[in-house]
T-cell receptor, first 112, second 108 residues
Framework: NAGVTQTPKFRILKIGQSMTLQCTQD?????MYWYRQDPGMGLKLIYY???????DKGEVPNGYNVSRSTTEDFPLRLELAAPSQTSVYFC???????????FGPGTRLTVT | GEDVEQSLFLSVREGDSSVINCTYT??????LYWYKQEPGAGLQLLTY?????DMKQDQRLTVLLNKKDKHLSLRIADTQTGDSAIYFC????????FGAGTRLTVKP
């Protein structure tokens, strides 16, 4: 199993540009999560999904959108990038809600 | 909302024990976790403890849980330079909440 994979690893965006961060897991997990990690801070939950076709907002959803058309994929969309979205983004998945989360390697995004 | 708090930095000498502390506020937490993050990588689960346990030992790692005080600690015995990383405490009942992480530096 590859586990949780994320692409790209790094990206620089200009203010106002759009992009999609990709996340895929091959463990047949129902639950998937997107977090952002700012320097010196813990992880903040952006969006999560409890299964294909179902998504819900986390703690910091503004400026982001997600979709979950398949069990495997959970892309995160930034429509109008802002400097405040400069962060490291982690995708995670778990079999059971509240259970061990498996993390991807992260995407480091800079918005200038 | 519910919070998970940790001190941000800890520095120890190689061979010493490290103790990383965490406090949480959600008394209904089911599991409490310790994750390790090495530079440029995602988080990896180190160990976890079920909320009805007081202690869990796994090789060099000892987790202590004081449910009354909502205090969790991670002790690493014989700390090595390879243990240098950021350690995150997390609690869950439904969703998971993370602390800000403790950066452990191990000096030779």
């Amino acid at each position: 199993n590859a586990g949780v994979t994320q692409t790209p690893k790094f990206r620089i965006l200009k203010i106002g540009q759009s992009m999609t961060l990709q996340c895929t897991q091959d463990m047949n997990h129902n639950y998937m999560y997107w977090y952002r990690q700012d320097p010196g801070m813990g992880l903040k939950l952006i969006y999560y999904s409890v299964g294909a076709g179902i998504t819900d907002k986390g703690e910091v959803p503004n400026g982001y959108n997600v979709s979950r058309s398949t069990t495997e994929d959970f892309p995160l969309r930034l429509e109008l990038a802002a400097p405040s979205q400069t962060s490291v983004y982690f995708c995670a998945s778990t079999r059971d809600r509240g259970g061990e989360q498996y993390f991807g390697p992260g995407t480091r995004l800079t918005v200038t | 909302g519910e919070d998970v708090e940790q001190s941000l930095f800890l520095s120890v000498r190689e061979g010493d024990s490290s103790v990383i502390n965490c406090t949480y506020t959600d008394s209904s937490s089911t599991y409490l976790y310790w994750y390790k993050q090495e530079p440029g990588a995602g988080l990896q689960l180190l160990t976890y403890i079920f909320s009805n346990m007081d202690m869990k030992q796994d090789q060099r790692l000892t987790v202590l849980l004081n449910k009354k005080d909502k205090h969790l600690s991670l002790r690493i015995a014989d700390t090595q330079t390879g243990d240098s990383a950021i350690y995150f405490c997390a609690e869950s009942r439904n969703d998971m909440r993370f602390g800000a992480g403790t950066r452990l530096t191990v000096k030779p």
